[in-house]
């Protein structure tokens, strides 16, 4: 009997050495970075430990609350909303926020997780009962934006800072999709058929530009071309003019000199014998006047008169001294 109590007495003692142990091990707490202990003393509020080693008072003080600071990103889990024009959707989304005051986020709320999601879905249910199914998919930032409104009025009190919110998915009825999808389809169509119709147009109009460009540029160079030709015609004539005009006076100038018109005589004299030599081919044939009788009168009929001496009158073309035709 002895030895069972003392058995029982070395029990309880070692159980209350244990629970010491175990109060004493608690007591001593090392804090991770971008976290917080919410510490109470005797059930009430005593402080807030960051982030290093801390040491707590033993059966007096206890860690109720540990707060992450980092942010987080929680899903808003899909739900029905109906649009202004009466159409059922499903819309689900992604909260992105983080604790600023670890107090307020223990003791301002329940769980600050929860009431947030709960408020982003009746929010985003109230923006979309607002908007046409049409801009529902159009509105995603302004749904976005009253959503992080009507949170940020409530984060102070929650001691939390909610950063963004991100519409995930907005999901109408199949029958609606099948319209939507029928509706694109149609709206497709009639883009390819515009876009066909303006290409055969701009085509069309390319063509005509290009055939007038081409019908211009043909009359342009057809006039330029006269204009080439004409000019070049009448740089001829006027060259042909010039070398006559140089020609006669050059004539002129030699019958003047002395012995000038018996040279000139001679020179005809020579040209028609040469003429008269080329006409006796057979294959031409020539008409002569009847009184061709010998060369010499033929010769005289193109003589020149004589240049006419210093002092002397000029003979007119009529007083030219005809040679006579020999006797025969």
């Avoid at 629970?19 to 009430?44: D, H, M, S, Y």
């Avoid at 109906?82 to 986020?105: C, H, P, Q, R, W």
């Avoid at 020539?286 to 061709?292: A, E, G, K």
């Avoid at 009168?297 to 040679?323: E, F, I, Y």
Wanted: hydrophobic letters at 40%; aromatic letters at 6%.
């Amino acid at each position: 009997m002895d030895t069972i109590l003392n058995l029982a007495t070395v029990g309880l003692w070692l159980g209350l050495f244990g629970i010491l142990a175990w109060n004493f091990a608690r007591c001593i707490r090392i804090v991770p970075q971008r976290t917080e202990f919410i510490v109470e003393r005797l059930g009430k509020y005593h402080r807030t430990l960051g982030a290093g080693f801390k040491i707590l008072v033993p059966f007096i003080d206890k860690v109720a609350f540990q707060r992450d600071l980092k942010e987080e990103s929680m899903e808003v889990p899909p739900q029905e909303a109906f649009t202004k024009d009466n159409v059922k959707v499903e819309v689900d989304g992604v909260i992105y926020l983080s604790v600023e005051d670890s107090k307020m986020a223990s003791y301002g709320i329940t769980d600050y997780r929860f009431a947030a999601i709960q408020l982003a879905q009746t929010t985003t249910r109230s923006v979309v009962g607002t908007l046409e199914l049409d801009r529902t998919f159009e509105e995603r930032d302004e749904v976005n934006s009253r959503v992080v409104g009507v949170l940020s009025e409530v984060a102070e009190a929650w001691g939390i800072r909610v950063h963004r919110y991100e519409v995930k998915n907005i999901v109408p009825p199949p029958t609606v999709r099948d319209a939507m999808e029928r509706q694109m389809a149609a709206e497709r169509d009639r883009r390819a058929v515009l876009a066909r119709a303006e290409g055969e147009m701009r085509s069309r109009i390319n063509e005509s530009e290009g055939v007038m460009r081409e019908t211009i540029n043909r009359s342009e160079g057809e006039k330029q071309r006269r204009i080439n030709e004409a000019q070049g015609h009448a740089q001829e004539i006027l060259a042909v003019a010039q070398a006559t005009a140089e020609s006669i006076e050059k004539i002129g100038a030699a019958l003047s000199r002395p012995g000038g018109v018996e040279a000139t005589n001679l020179r005809l004299s020579q040209q028609l014998v040469t003429q008269l030599g080329n006409l006796a081919s057979g294959k031409h044939s020539v008409l002569l006047p009847s009184d061709l009788g010998s060369v010499e009168q033929v010769l005289g009929s193109v003589a020149l008169p004589a240049a006419p001496t210093n002092g002397a009158a000029s003979h007119r073309p009529d007083d030219r001294t005809m040679p006579t035709r020999p006797a025969s």
